[in-house]
């Protein structure tokens, strides 16, 4: 029965990646071939007859490296072996002897580390490659790859009995040397567990024992440090949780242990505050500082990390600026977030120190240009806010009572509020915006808000009637009103546009200087013009209009001009007697009286009327009437004459404009129009009684 080998279950070497990829980038299938330089030509002539023994010269594997020396010898790979590989490739004039030394400087370093290693690297790539060809793994593509006849069925045995396929457990295999010896602990053991839990690899079992004592290890610290934890000993579980995370220091449960103690540290009242991390907010950045560490500061880097609070396991770790004083900026913070930041020291890529943390910092932008503004009745507040906000809140405090925050919750909206109906006194006004928060619910976070204080005032009551009758003999409208309960009232005549009933008018009266005190009567603006006026009422300098009156003296008619189109048509011109927004166009023509209302906008879009009339003369009047709202003064209208034209000759003798004729028969009409009379054959006519 042949003897099935037992092969290697790992490279056994850190670096084995790079030296793969070196050695396929330089032409050579494996490790072997880069051992075997080229011989000198005038020896390959000497000694060619001696190395021709009927059998193929590869190389052995199986029990050691041994490459063919002269005769039927064989030499085994040693560290002399390898500097003499080294010489041959410097003098010779193989192209590859560039990219070759450098490999066998490699080579000989893991020779150094253990004899062995060269053997299990040659041994690891034939299989890999035996195993990877896509094809059977026979003898013959053994010996292809260079090995002895003598071996390289045994080794195609051996690869097809036990050598694993290309997926996770050669990755693990080929990778947990770069991890292990070290400290990623935790990366380590998730590659063992896709390596074999029992190898018959010594070299791999000595590995995983030493990755397990350390992971026990590891384990017994994290739940002694838990433990202190619970007790409250919150400086000895930092120390503890240390401890874990500088043997594991990819460790989450380490780390997370080790910044939530910090944080709990941070927040002792009786800490200094140069033990601490320092984080000003302003706009959306972060500003942080921190002191530097007291021994061997030059040696000592730092690693930045923010976490949500009471959210350790989820840091994440920042950028700190290499060089320069210990201090950094955070533009990415999340809106309504509590976080915290931790900065933890480092040595040699190892944590050195328990780290500082600051206190709890909360993104949640205050409003912006938070101003209060006296109105009727009450007080109005604007503001503005971020883009991210969704709700605002307002709570109204009477200074001489209590805290801001403490009084009426007020209704409000994303940009300000009215708050009426106060009385009389100081007011302050606490406002917050809401942002929303990390939890699942969706739930606002708010801002610790801002202040801004009012003060309500006492303002005049308005007028709520305004009485008039018509303009009297001299052009005066007399007004009458009901008194206010607060404040004198007037009449104003405004140039401004229309002004609503209670509305503020304080500032808008100050550049007003039209109005009479105590005037019950006003005079009628002069024709072509109007004039609007209201009553006011006037307090302690503020204002409250009332209702207004508008008072309209229509221009007369000028230019009125009429002229034929047609015998049956007209077109009438005229100037716009402004300020109306109405004329009245009558025409009489014969028995016809006929009246049309033409607004302003109208004739300024069309710039004439155009009339039906018939062949008599026509009488054409244009009059400006008044607004139905206002009190007017009768418009002086403008007439003229449309001449009469000959009428047109009809074949019945009748005049054209007689709609009807007689019918023959007896107690019949008949309509001149013919379409008409088709339309009107279908309906029953009433025969005379």
Same mark, same amino acid.
């Given at each position: 029965?042949?003897?099935?080998?037992?092969?290697?279950?790992?490279?056994?070497?850190?670096?084995?990646?790079?030296?793969?990829?070196?050695?396929?980038?330089?032409?050579?299938?494996?490790?072997?071939?880069?051992?075997?330089?080229?011989?000198?030509?005038?020896?390959?002539?000497?000694?060619?007859?001696?190395?021709?023994?009927?059998?193929?010269?590869?190389?052995?594997?199986?029990?050691? /490296?041994?490459?063919?020396?002269?005769?039927?010898?064989?030499?085994?790979?040693?560290?002399?072996?390898?500097?003499?590989?080294?010489?041959?490739?410097?003098?010779?004039?193989?192209?590859?002897?560039?990219?070759?030394?450098?490999?066998?400087?490699?080579?000989?370093?893991?020779?150094?580390?253990?004899? %062995?290693?060269?053997?299990?690297?040659?041994?690891?790539?034939?299989?890999?490659? !035996?195993?990877?060809?896509?094809?059977?793994?026979?003898? %013959?593509?053994? $010996?292809?790859?260079?090995?002895?006849?003598?071996? #390289?069925?045994?080794?195609?045995?051996?690869?097809?009995?036990?050598?694993?396929?290309?997926?996770?457990?050669?990755?693990?295999?080929?990778?947990?040397?770069?991890?292990?010896?070290?400290?990623?602990?935790?990366?380590?053991?998730?590659?063992?567990?896709?390596?074999? @839990?029992?190898?018959?690899?010594?070299?791999? #079992?000595?590995?995983?024992?030493?990755?397990?004592?350390?992971?026990?290890?590891?384990?017994?610290?994290?739940?002694?440090?838990?433990?202190?934890?619970?007790?409250?000993?919150?400086?000895? #579980?930092?120390?503890?949780? /240390?401890? *874990?995370?500088?043997?594991?220091?990819?460790?989450?449960?380490?780390?997370?242990?080790?910044?939530?103690?910090?944080?709990?540290?941070?927040?002792?009242?009786?800490?200094?505050?140069?033990?601490?991390? +320092?984080? #000003?907010?302003?706009?959306?950045?972060?500003? !942080?500082?921190?002191?530097?560490?007291?021994?061997?500061?030059?040696?000592?880097?730092?690693?930045?990390?923010?976490?949500? $609070?009471? %959210?350790?396991?989820?840091?994440?770790?920042?950028?700190?600026?290499?060089?320069?004083? &210990?201090?950094?900026?955070?533009?990415?913070?999340?809106?309504?977030?509590?976080?915290?930041?931790?900065?933890?020291? +480092?040595?040699?890529?190892?944590?050195?120190?328990?780290?500082?943390?600051?206190? +709890?910092?909360?993104?949640?932008?205050?409003?912006?240009?938070?101003?209060?503004?006296?109105? !009727?009745?009450?007080?109005?507040?604007?503001?503005?806010?971020?883009?991210?906000?969704?709700?605002?809140?307002?709570?109204?405090?009477?200074?001489?009572?209590?805290?801001?925050?403490?009084?009426?919750?007020?209704?409000?909206?994303?940009?300000?509020?009215?708050?009426?109906? =106060?009385?009389?006194?100081?007011?302050?006004? /606490?406002?917050?915006?809401?942002?929303?928060?990390?939890?699942?619910?969706?739930?606002?976070?708010?801002?610790?808000?801002?202040?801004?204080? *009012?003060? @309500?005032?006492?303002?005049?009551?308005?007028?709520?009637?305004?009485?008039?009758?018509?303009?009297?003999?001299?052009?005066?409208?007399?007004?009458?009103?009901?008194?206010?309960?607060?404040?004198?009232?007037?009449?104003?005549?405004?140039?401004?546009?229309?002004?609503?009933?209670?509305?503020?008018?304080?500032? =808008?009266?100050?550049? +007003?200087?039209?109005?009479?005190?105590?005037?019950?009567?006003? $005079?009628?603006?002069?024709?072509?013009?109007? @004039?609007?006026?209201?009553?006011?009422?006037?307090?302690?300098?503020?204002?409250?209009?009332?209702?207004?009156?508008?008072?309209?003296?229509?221009?007369?008619?000028?230019? =009125?001009?009429?002229?034929?189109?047609?015998?049956?048509?007209?077109?009438?011109?005229?100037?716009?007697?402004?300020?109306?927004?109405?004329?009245? /166009?009558?025409?009489?023509?014969?028995?016809?009286?006929? $009246?049309?209302?033409?607004?302003?906008?109208?004739?300024?879009?069309?710039?004439?009327?155009?009339?039906?009339?018939?062949?008599?003369? &026509?009488?054409?009047?244009?009059?400006?009437?008044?607004?139905?709202?206002?009190?007017?003064?009768?418009?002086?209208?403008?007439? @003229?004459?449309?001449?009469?034209?000959?009428?047109?000759?009809?074949?019945?003798?009748?005049?054209?404009?007689?709609?009807?004729?007689?019918?023959?028969?007896?107690?019949?009409?008949?309509?001149?129009?013919?379409?008409?009379?088709?339309?009107?054959?279908?309906?029953?006519?009433?025969?005379?009684?």
């Amino acid at each position: 029965m042949p003897r099935i080998w037992r092969l290697p279950q790992y490279p056994g070497m850190r670096g084995y990646a790079a030296l793969d990829g070196g050695l396929r980038a330089a032409g050579f299938r494996h490790a072997a071939e880069v051992l075997r330089p080229p011989e000198p030509s005038a020896a390959a002539s000497i000694f060619a007859t001696l190395r021709d023994t009927g059998r193929e010269s590869g190389f052995r594997v199986l029990d050691g /490296l041994w490459f063919p020396a002269r005769g039927t010898r064989w030499r085994r790979v040693d560290l002399a072996y390898v500097r003499e590989c080294r010489a041959r490739w410097e003098s010779g004039d193989d192209p590859r002897a560039d990219a070759a030394v450098p490999l066998l400087d490699t080579l000989e370093t893991l020779h150094r580390d253990d004899p %062995a290693n060269l053997r299990r690297i040659v041994l690891w790539q034939l299989c890999c490659q !035996l195993r990877d060809a896509g094809t059977p793994v026979t003898g %013959a593509a053994a $010996e292809a790859l260079g090995v002895h006849a003598d071996e #390289a069925q045994e080794l195609a045995d051996a690869v097809t009995a036990d050598f694993p396929a290309a997926g996770p457990g050669r990755e693990a295999a080929e990778e947990i040397s770069e991890v292990w010896p070290g400290t990623r602990v935790r990366h380590a053991v998730l590659l063992a567990k896709l390596l074999p @839990a029992r190898p018959d690899d010594h070299v791999l #079992a000595r590995l995983l024992t030493g990755l397990r004592e350390r992971h026990t290890a590891v384990r017994g610290l994290k739940d002694e440090a838990a433990e202190r934890e619970r007790r409250g000993e919150t400086r000895a #579980a930092a120390d503890t949780w /240390l401890d *874990a995370l500088r043997q594991a220091t990819d460790d989450r449960d380490a780390r997370a242990g080790l910044f939530r103690t910090a944080a709990l540290l941070a927040d002792d009242p009786l800490l200094a505050p140069e033990e601490t991390v +320092t984080a #000003a907010v302003t706009g959306h950045t972060a500003q !942080l500082s921190w002191r530097p560490a007291r021994r061997h500061p030059a040696e000592v880097g730092y690693r930045l990390f923010r976490f949500p $609070e009471r %959210a350790p396991d989820r840091a994440v770790e920042l950028t700190v600026p290499e060089d320069g004083p &210990c201090a950094a900026v955070d533009t990415g913070l999340p809106l309504g977030v509590p976080l915290r930041y931790v900065v933890l020291p +480092t040595r040699g890529g190892r944590p050195a120190g328990v780290p500082r943390a600051s206190g +709890t910092v909360l993104l949640t932008p205050e409003v912006e240009g938070l101003c209060a503004q006296t109105v !009727l009745d009450g007080v109005r507040l604007r503001w503005l806010t971020d883009d991210a906000a969704r709700a605002v809140k307002a709570v109204r405090t009477d200074r001489t009572t209590g805290p801001p925050g403490t009084g009426t919750p007020l209704p409000c909206d994303l940009t300000g509020l009215l708050d009426t109906a =106060l009385p009389p006194g100081d007011y302050r006004y /606490l406002v917050s915006c809401g942002y929303p928060g990390p939890g699942p619910d969706g739930e606002l976070v708010w801002s610790p808000g801002r202040t801004v204080t *009012a003060r @309500a005032e006492v303002w005049p009551s308005p007028v709520t009637e305004l009485r008039a009758g018509p303009p009297d003999g001299e052009g005066r409208v007399h007004v009458t009103w009901p008194s206010p309960d607060r404040g004198r009232t007037r009449l104003v005549r405004w140039r401004t546009p229309p002004v609503g009933p209670g509305e503020d008018v304080s500032a =808008l009266l100050a550049r +007003t200087p039209e109005g009479d005190a105590d005037a019950g009567s006003v $005079e009628m603006p002069p024709p072509g013009t109007m @004039a609007r006026v209201t009553a006011v009422s006037t307090l302690d300098g503020r204002t409250v209009s009332g209702p207004s009156l508008v008072l309209e003296h229509p221009g007369p008619v000028t230019g =009125l001009v009429a002229r034929r189109l047609e015998t049956d048509r007209a077109e009438v011109l005229f100037d716009w007697p402004e300020p109306s927004v109405l004329v009245a /166009l009558r025409w009489e023509c014969g028995a016809l009286r006929e $009246e049309r209302r033409v607004p302003r906008s109208r004739h300024l879009a069309e710039g004439r009327v155009e009339i039906p009339v018939f062949w008599p003369e &026509c009488r054409i009047t244009v009059t400006p009437l008044t607004r139905p709202d206002a009190i007017g003064v009768p418009g002086t209208g403008a007439a @003229a004459v449309l001449p009469a034209v000959p009428p047109p000759p009809t074949t019945t003798g009748r005049p054209s404009w007689v709609p009807w004729t007689p019918a023959s028969g007896p107690g019949r009409w008949r309509p001149r129009n013919a379409l008409l009379a088709r339309i009107l054959r279908w309906r029953p006519w009433p025969r005379r009684r």
